[in-house]
């Protein structure tokens, strides 16, 4: 992705492609494409991987600039503030790694969950105390559901 403006050029398999992109919330953008719009659930993994989620469909990205990436992650510095922890897809909730009120470190993972024959963690994105755990195991979440708040 190169970042013109509001304007971003994509390269999908080769393809380029032309886009109107706008972070609505974190990690969660707002896509035009050709007068169709998206909406894509970005989540790190690693230190130059994506695992994107649009319409139900995961997908995984690389980032040609990882010192960017890191840069925007915030990695030097963490977000700041309570961060909310989105399901990246929809799934169910198979191990909480953590309760409320424990202390986690940025990259630790909090809730396990099982997507499309996948386990996927779902890690913090800063260090802190869970303030709240809003899953318990077994149950089933949608795209972009807050399932933990990290103050």
């Known amino acids: ?24 919330s974190p990690g969660v953008y707002s896509i035009l494409i050709d007068g169709q719009s998206f909406e894509a659930l970005v989540v790190s993994q690693g230190d130059s991987e994506l695992r994107i989620t649009v319409k139900g469909h995961a997908y995984t990205a690389s980032v040609h600039n990882p010192r960017k990436w890191k840069r925007n992650r915030g990695l030097g510095a963490e977000a700041e503030g309570p961060q909310q922890l989105r399901a990246p897809m929809p799934g169910k909730i198979i191990v909480l790694l953590m309760k409320a009120g424990d202390t986690v470190e940025a990259g630790q993972g909090i809730v396990v969950m099982e997507a499309m024959k996948m386990q996927n963690e779902i890690r913090s994105p800063k260090s802190g105390k869970i303030q709240r ?19």
């Open 1 to 24: 992705m190169i970042q013109t403006g509001a304007q971003t050029q994509w390269t999908v398999d080769g393809r380029t492609l032309h886009a109107d992109t706008l972070e609505v």
């Open 133 to 151: 755990l809003l899953v318990v195991e077994g149950q089933t979440v949608n795209t972009g559901e807050v399932v933990a708040i990290v103050g």
